[in-house]
């Protein structure tokens, strides 16, 4: 039997000041679009959708990488000479 969230969480009083300022210039963007001006909304995250493609040398090092074991999360400090 699934587990069900019994009430509604509420966002703490401290995160009332926090601003997210994406979202100012989403509106903005949307003011724009309205005129007619055409907006490439990157904040989405999938420059796919955008016509961008990947360039061929990306996918290859990707691919090496993958391959190789070497696609997991980095040390903090990096990887030297990376």
Do not use: W
Request: net charge positive.
């Amino acid at each position: 039997m699934p587990l069900t969230q019994a009430r509604e969480i509420s966002a703490a009083k401290r995160l009332d000041s926090v601003r997210y300022a994406i979202r100012d210039l989403a509106c903005v963007a949307d003011e724009v679009m309205a005129q007619g001006h055409r907006v490439l909304p990157l904040n989405v995250g999938d420059p796919l959708n955008f016509d961008f493609q990947t360039p061929p040398h990306i996918i290859e090092a990707v691919y090496r990488a993958m391959r190789d074991g070497r696609n997991g999360y980095a040390p903090s400090n990096g990887i030297r000479g990376a």
